[in-house]
């Protein structure tokens, strides 16, 4: 057959549906291309270049090895074992009585769980509030589910101090209010925040809280670095506000708990009025999730559950390790003329690239934002991989936050030689 | 202080797009068979392990720390480049691993992301009865509308010994249900749970009408791999004109027994599977690394033994098919007239000759519900209502008839023989 010139083959008719109009591009793809093309080290994306814990590992190897079962399909909602786990921990955390059957959907990796909540819950007319800058995939999400973006930002607060920290990074209370109109069905918060690091505090929350009761508006809290706090920062799940619980969907992640993020397993947790139509999201979409690493995630949440709050918890010793990490970095950072901003949590830190006066004449990045570029520049130049932070905005407000790159501290390696 | 919920919220109703999809078929059966007293013939999963290199692959997978974590989102690698080696083969066409194969989460996935992409409100979609339960409300939930056509069986077939090759679609039936409004077709070889193998000839009838009325075809080929004796699986994708129209899903899950790993894979033009990795990229991103990087090895593994006895492929078909026929003839003993299957690992038995009166159980039920349910208690044997798997109208067609499936150990069939040998017997 002759190779056809025509962009769909012999197919004359408009193939693609609308749902998936303006959410192709994605800047994952388009980086961790270039990081690979380049062989550049990869402070970009975010996983760890440590292999996961021993005794989780270990679980896999057990589950792997354990009979057929754990091969074939399992209860598609959530591996039994791992609800009934998942349930015994948070409702501990949350001091309520958390349902393993009704109140918790087990999902691909927190990415899944987002998008089953969105499908489920958001209608084309549906406004959702989202906090910039916020996880990329959020606002194309909303997107798909044919809803509108209502964004809001965090601002650096008046009077800083020379050294930036992410607890500078604030909501104003008059925005925030506004933003809520009847048309709102939900607010998305991240906590601790990627790409920030901001953990939001007691009387942040309260604040979003009150207004989610007062226009009854579901609150979607993407929490999947909830164990990696610094500086005795504490992690408050805003489910366990008053109020809060009967119109929450918290979201967490086995891969950022136990430093496996290829093992893709996630899960949505909330009330059974609400977790009933993500699983009806869920059931007409993947059916069900892996067993085995299901199977594992169970053994390692027990264990974690038995050693909670001790110096043995992997969600000690985890954030730990990290906290010095985060420090070394941010001090490289500053030597070579970069001002970071020492996050509270998570896998990330931002830092503002303004004060290098770098030439970036490279003509194929002339049109994109600074950020962008400069990113761009380290791959090919220095062989060092970030992401640009204006990537976590929204195309309105790119022009404005054009000046920082963030890094994963989330590695082994020694920094300082990177640069 | 507990704040009591007092009347449910507005804002936490369903969205439109799931409206009424909540209910199915596996949850309500597969509780009830999860009783160990049961023999379960029910859900489609093996009992059988998977092969040992699959395993040890997934083993030395998983001691790799790279292996741990994020792949490449569209399908790893190694998983892609396999897949493509395997497929380029079979399709006898080079197939470039990273535009024209998506790895999905399960066939189920793949499924989605095609009906995601490619179908929305004002698209009909036409589906062959009796079809896989998920395509009805994956087309629903796209805002397309399902048009449905049944395969019938011949008149000219003998009463004693069917196979599923004597269920067809009629010709001028198909061709009616064609119009300008249909987006795609979907067809399902071999199928479940009848087990036909759709043959070249009728395969062709369908592309015709695909390139005539400028359509889609959505093949799902998930048991291409099982195919019995003096039977072939044909890939309507190698049909002329039929590639750039194309969309065929396969699975890890039913080529290496391991339907808990849900990997399964969309292979097509770029033009295709660009759409469905958009959707694949706002919905989950990426598939588990260590799964996939075993898969990848298990199908190299595989692709140099193509063609001989050893490779999994092959004998696996062969192992199926000695269940597959002693299966039948458990049935027949018993009275009930099974379906023989030239594919997959699924077999259904009409049990009208039975007679068995279920008035007891009511009328809000089609006839399988209510035997299926009575097996169940009375027989503790556990098969799935094939009428689960088709629309209202055809409901009289198929309730007579129930799904059995045969990828199970030899011990399980010894029990089910026992109860099938003495059914009679009370």
Aim: hydrophobic fraction near 40%; charge should be neutral.
């Amino acid at each position: 057959m002759i190779f056809s010139l025509i962009m769909q083959g012999n197919m004359s008719r408009k193939l693609h549906a609308r749902r998936i109009e303006g959410i192709d591009k994605n800047i994952w793809v388009e980086f961790s291309q270039l990081a690979a093309d380049y062989k550049a080290v990869n402070l970009g994306q975010g996983f760890p270049d440590f292999s996961p814990p021993h005794f989780i590992q270990e679980a896999f190897c057990k589950a792997l090895n354990g009979g057929f079962s754990k091969h074939q399909y399992t209860r598609a909602f959530g591996h039994p074992n791992l609800v009934k786990i998942l349930a015994k921990f948070f409702s501990r955390i949350v001091g309520r009585e958390i349902d393993p059957m009704e109140d918790i959907l087990v999902s691909v990796g927190a990415y899944q769980a987002l998008f089953c909540t969105f499908q489920a819950l958001i209608d084309e007319g549906d406004e959702v509030i989202i906090v910039e800058p916020f996880f990329d995939c959020y606002q194309p999400m909303v997107m798909m589910a044919g809803g509108t973006t209502c964004l809001l930002d965090l601002r650096l607060k008046e009077g800083c101090g020379p050294v930036l920290s992410s607890a500078d990074w604030v909501l104003s209370p008059e925005e925030l209010a506004s933003k809520f109109s009847p048309r709102t069905k939900a607010i998305v918060i991240n906590t601790p925040n990627n790409p920030l690091g901001k953990v939001y505090q007691q009387e942040e929350l309260h604040m979003i809280a009150d207004l989610c009761i007062k226009h009854d508006v579901i609150c979607i809290s993407d929490e999947v670095y909830e164990w990696l706090t610094y500086d005795g920062t504490k992690h408050v799940k805003i489910a366990s506000l008053p109020g809060m619980w009967e119109r929450t969907v918290t979201i967490g992640s086995a891969g950022k708990t136990f430093s496996a993020t290829g093992w893709k397993v996630g899960w949505a947790m909330g009330p059974g009025h609400i977790l009933k139509h993500l699983k009806t999201v869920h059931q007409n979409s993947v059916y069900h999730c892996a067993t085995a690493a299901q199977e594992a995630v169970a053994v390692g949440s027990q264990r974690e559950y038995d050693v909670f709050g001790t110096e043995g918890s992997y969600f000690q010793q985890l954030p730990k390790h990290l906290h010095e990490k985060r420090l070394r970095l941010a001090d490289c950072l500053k030597s070579v003329g970069l001002k970071p901003v020492l996050p509270q949590g998570g896998y990330f830190m931002i830092a503002d690239i303004s004060n290098l006066n770098v030439d970036l004449a490279d003509p194929s990045t002339k049109d994109e934002p600074y950020d962008y570029r400069f990113v761009k520049w380290l791959i090919k130049e220095k062989g060092l991989a970030t992401i640009p932070v204006s990537a976590f905005f929204s195309p309105e407000h790119k022009d404005e936050f054009q000046k920082y790159i963030r890094f994963c501290f989330v590695k082994n390696g020694m920094f300082c030689s990177y640069f | 202080m507990r704040t009591s919920y007092k009347m449910a919220s507005i804002k936490h109703k369903n969205t439109k797009r799931i409206e009424g999809l909540d209910k199915n078929v596996w949850v309500a059966f597969t509780s009830v068979a999860a009783d160990p007293s049961i023999v379960n013939l029910g859900q489609g999963y093996p009992d059988i392990p998977p092969p040992s290199y699959v395993k040890e692959g997934l083993a030395q997978a998983a001691m790799v720390d790279r292996l741990n974590q994020y792949t490449r989102g569209f399908g790893h690698p190694t998983l892609v480049k396999a897949l493509s080696k395997v497929y380029g083969k079979v399709y006898d066409r080079q197939l470039d691993p990273f535009k024209e194969i998506l790895v999905t989460v399960g066939g189920y996935g793949s499924l989605f992301s095609t009906m995601q992409a490619l179908v929305e409100e004002g698209d009909e979609v036409i589906i062959i009865e009796p079809f896989f339960d998920c395509y009805v409300p994956m087309v629903k939930m796209a805002g397309g509308k399902p048009v449905l056509i049944p395969l019938r069986l011949k008149s000219s077939s003998a009463a004693s010994s069917v196979s599923s090759a004597d269920w067809v679609l009629d010709q001028e039936e198909l061709a009616s249900k064609f119009n300008s409004k249909t987006k795609a077709i979907i067809i399902n070889t071999p199928n479940n749970p009848i087990g036909k193998i759709f043959s070249r000839s009728e395969l062709q009838a369908i592309a015709d009408l695909c390139i005539k009325h400028d359509t889609l075809c959505i093949s799902d080929e998930v048991y291409e791999w099982l195919v019995y004796k003096g039977h072939e699986h044909v890939k309507i994708a190698t049909l002329p004109g039929m590639w750039d129209r194309t969309i065929t899903i396969g699975s890890a899950g039913k080529t290496f027994s391991v339907t808990g790993w849900k990997l399964g894979w969309s292979i097509g033009p770029e033009h295709l599977i660009k759409h469905l990795q958009t959707v694949m990229q706002n919905s989950l991103y990426t598939c588990p690394t260590p799964l996939q990087e075993a898969v990848g090895q298990g199908l190299l593994r595989d692709f140099e033994l193509m063609g001989k006895p050893d490779c999994y492929f092959t004998s696996l078909a062969l192992e199926l098919e000695g269940k597959r026929d002693r299966m039948a003839a458990m049935l027949r003993q018993t009275g009930m007239t099974p379906v023989v299957p030239e594919g997959g690992y699924f077999m259904i038995a009409d049990v009208t000759a039975l007679n068995q009166d279920l008035s007891h159980m009511g009328d809000d039920e089609p006839y399988d519900y209510k035997f299926v349910k009575w097996m169940i208690k009375e027989k503790k044997l556990a098969s799935i209502p094939v009428t689960a798997f088709v629309g209202e109208d055809s409901v009289k067609q198929f309730e007579k008839y129930i799904r059995l499936c045969f990828i199970k150990q030899e011990s399980t069939l010894d029990a089910a023989e026992a109860i099938l040998k003495s059914w009679n017997k009370d």
